[in-house]
């Protein structure tokens, strides 16, 4: 499941290998919370660094108009959206790819529990600016 030729395919294998335990055990049908619960679960048990309902400001033009609490920041760098949803739709991938850009973040997942099976969408924010610290 790693593909190197992926930035940070290492740890967002994990992160789908997690995902998977979580559906495998408890199947689908069951609130977003649960899954986020079982998933941070599994991010304990592995040793995988991350916050959970973690608030980052959105910023318009450079000034923050607000704040949106992403479901999962894993090592600082990839942002986790999870679903409960019979079907993911085009609209959750656009919902996932504005907060990837919003929070300026270059690397995301998209998971969805609430299908028969698993699903997921690894998600590149091709507007992703790396930041320079002025010193």
Not at 25 to 51: C, D, H, K, M, S
Not at 84 to 101: M, S
């Amino acid at each position: 499941m790693i593909n190197e030729q992926y930035k940070y395919s290492d740890i967002t294998a994990k992160i789908i290998g997690c995902a998977m335990e979580v559906h495998k055990i408890l199947g689908n049908g069951f609130q977003e919370v649960i899954y986020q619960r079982a998933l941070e679960t599994e991010f304990v048990l592995l040793g995988i660094p991350f916050l959970r309902e973690f608030e980052m400001p959105i910023f318009y033009k450079k000034e923050q108009i607000g704040t949106r609490r992403v479901d999962f920041l894993v090592a600082g760098v990839i942002s986790i959206e999870l679903k409960a949803i019979v079907q993911l739709e085009d609209v959750h991938l656009a919902q996932a790819i504005n907060y990837l850009e919003a929070y300026d973040l270059e690397i995301g997942l998209l998971i969805n529990f609430g299908a028969k099976s698993l699903q997921f969408k690894r998600l590149i924010n091709s507007k992703f600016k790396i930041s320079i610290s002025k010193s």
